[in-house]
């Protein structure tokens, strides 16, 4: 496609229900990253795929949180047992990888979560 | 680990003054970027410094890295209403993934 993008735009669930958050990166994108950004604050990193390589993990906030990335492309965040906190706007974002920390990151649009 | 701080948080000008955001990191950076968010919107990318004192310009966008390569800064001359948003800055983590500072949201009043 031409973008990032994810689905759903919006999601509300309750409290204790799992929710997956899925992105479609632009294509020919190796990387792939997860980010949460609460009311009015900035971007949290979550969680980074690279290729086959095996994922950074290390922003995931809880093992509540777990994401997976099938084929090299699309990708799926999982909230289990949501909590009001998990509240937020979840941004998904790709690269070409050319070096750590190097790339520019397209970002697609969002999900805004919101557990009630 | 490495931590990016921006200041202002918020700033409120008149249509037509000028602003600045300023990031600081607390370790040397290879490289900082910088990001606007428009109210609503998602991160979009505006431009990479990588050189010690580098300077760059997009127009009214003045964009400055820091000799000793740890702090950065953007410099809006004449803001206009389409200005508004929040501005990020972001340096490489000790991974691949970027390290965002809190941003700086501009508020642009006609």
């Known amino acids: 496609g031409a973008g990032v993008s994810q689905s759903p735009s919006n999601k509300v669930t309750e409290k204790g229900k799992d929710v997956e958050l899925r992105c479609d990166p632009i294509?020919?994108?190796?990387?792939l990253y997860w980010y949460r950004q609460s009311l009015g604050q900035g971007l949290e990193f979550l969680i980074y795929f690279q290729g086959n390589s095996a994922p950074d993990k290390s922003g995931l906030p809880s093992d509540r949180f777990s994401a997976e990335r099938t084929g090299g492309s699309v990708s799926t965040l999982t909230i289990q047992r949501t909590q009001q906190e998990d509240s937020a706007v979840y941004l998904c974002a790709s690269s070409f990888q050319r070096g750590a920390g190097t790339d520019t990151q397209y970002f697609g649009p969002g999900t805004r979560l919101t557990v009630l | 680990g490495q931590q990016v701080m921006q200041i202002p948080q918020y700033q409120h000008v008149q249509e037509g003054e000028d602003f600045t955001t300023y990031c600081n990191s607390s370790?040397?950076?290879?490289?900082i970027q910088w990001y606007k968010q428009r109210p609503g919107g998602h991160p979009v990318f505006l431009i990479q410094?990588?050189?010690?004192?580098e300077v760059k310009k997009q127009k009214r966008l003045t964009f400055q890295f820091g000799e000793a390569k740890k702090n950065s800064s953007l410099h809006i001359t004449a803001t206009q209403t389409t200005d508004v948003g929040t501005y990020f800055c972001a340096g490489p983590d000790s991974g691949y993934a970027l390290n965002f500072g809190k941003g700086t949201s501009l508020l642009v009043t006609p």
């Open positions: 410094l990588v050189k010690s004192g």
């Open positions: 370790t040397t950076l290879s490289n």
């Open positions: 294509s020919g994108h190796t990387a």
